[in-house]
Each structure stands twice: as C-alpha cells, then as structure tokens.
C-alpha cells in the first residue's frame, strides 16, 4: 500500500470523479461497467459507499476504486458452533 500513500489521493467516488476522470479499467467487464454505469445508483440506493485512488501528479488516472458494502451477515443464521467464535 505504500505505493498508494505516497502517490495517490482517496477520494468519494461520486458525479465529479465519473465527469472529470478517464474512465475506471480493471481488465474486468462487469467490474468497469459498475464503475462507469452503476456506482452512483449504488450509493443512491444506500447499498454501498465507493471510494479510487487518483494519481497526484495526474487526477484524472484513477489507480483503484472499491465499494465499502452496507450488508452484514447474519448470526440467527449461523449454526451454532459458529456464533460463539
């Protein structure tokens, strides 16, 4: 990670990334349609939070991007060996 602490800015991943950044390529279809086509809805709908990672020396290259999941997992459906750990 050192590489982007020292190189990179985190930054929401919001309208403004989408506008004024290349578009987000990861070599993964379905990942970079997210990430160009979904993402803003995602965060509408209060599934997920997305944050990148931009080059300082050049903000419009975004390094990586992730989304934070609002889900959580259940321990009522966990058996019961597995709740006590």
Do not use: W
Request: proline residues 4%.
């Amino acid at each position: 990670m050192g590489f982007l602490l020292e190189n990179c800015t985190l930054k929401i991943y919001d309208k403004n990334i989408l506008q004024n950044c290349q578009p987000f390529d990861c070599d993964h279809s379905a990942l970079n349609d997210f990430f160009a086509n979904d993402v803003l809805n995602y965060s509408l709908e209060l599934l997920g939070k997305t944050y990148c990672f931009v080059l300082d020396n050049d903000p419009s290259v975004i390094v990586c991007a992730f989304t934070i999941s609002n889900d959580s997992i259940k321990t009522t459906h966990l058996p019961n060996a597995r709740k006590k750990k």
